[in-house]
T-cell receptor
């Protein structure tokens, strides 16, 4: 049982480049989330998808777009990467508002 | 939005010591989780605890939702307990909001 899987694990981008972070879960969960974690800080919510077909902004959505491709997959896109987006990105999923959330292993992104 | 504060921000323990970590939140919550982020960055689920007390080995957690706080107890600490401990609250709008974490170092 893989749980929540993120790809890639590491990525280095040049300023202005674009990329998509992929997340897939095999627990048949309805809700999926993207967070970023900056050094020495907690996790901040970028976007979330309460159910297939819906997406909503979180605390820090600027510079990002998301797609809930199907129930399993939720991708995060950086259209024009900036050094301020250097961070560790975590994807999470849970079945609904009053259920336990599970996290992927993270993607460490560096923008130079 | 809801505010989640954790204390202390940093904690250094000698192996074998006990500790209590605190999580305060500013509004009513539907649920609460505790996580351990290990030195490799992985987030490990510790407890899912809306109220009451749960125990898992040397760790236990208590949430008093009516008073808006939760406590994580670590007994007989080991070096492998080192890392960052986060609480995260589930509130209205299907969101999960994290506190700033408690960074724990256990020395041998």
């Amino acid at each position: 049982n893989a749980g929540v899987t993120q790809t890639p694990k590491f990525q280095v981008l040049k300023t202005g480049q674009s990329m998509t972070l992929q997340c897939a879960q095999d627990m048949n969960h309805n809700s999926m989330y993207w967070y970023r974690q900056d050094p020495g800080m907690g996790l901040r919510l970028i976007y979330y998808s309460a159910s297939e077909g819906t997406t909503d902004k979180g605390e820090v959505p600027n510079g990002y777009n998301v797609s809930r491709l199907n129930k399993r997959e939720f991708s995060l896109r950086l259209e024009s990467a900036a050094p301020s987006q250097t961070s560790v990105y975590f994807c999470a999923s849970r079945d609904g508002p009053n259920t336990e959330a599970f996290f992927g292993q993270g993607t460490r992104l560096t923008v130079v | 939005g809801i505010q989640v504060e954790q204390s202390p921000p940093d904690l250094i323990l000698q192996e074998g010591a006990n500790s209590t970590l605190r999580c305060n939140f500013s509004d009513s919550v539907n649920n609460l989780q505790w996580f351990h982020q290990n030195p490799w960055g992985q987030l490990i689920n510790l407890f899912y605890i809306p109220s009451g007390t749960k125990q898992n080995g040397r760790l236990s957690a208590t949430t008093v939702a009516t008073e808006r706080y939760s406590l994580l107890y670590i007994s007989s600490s080991q070096t492998t307990d080192s890392g960052v401990y986060f609480c995260a609250v589930h509130n209205a709008g299907n969101m999960l909001t994290f506190g700033g974490g408690t960074r724990l170092m256990v020395k041998p």
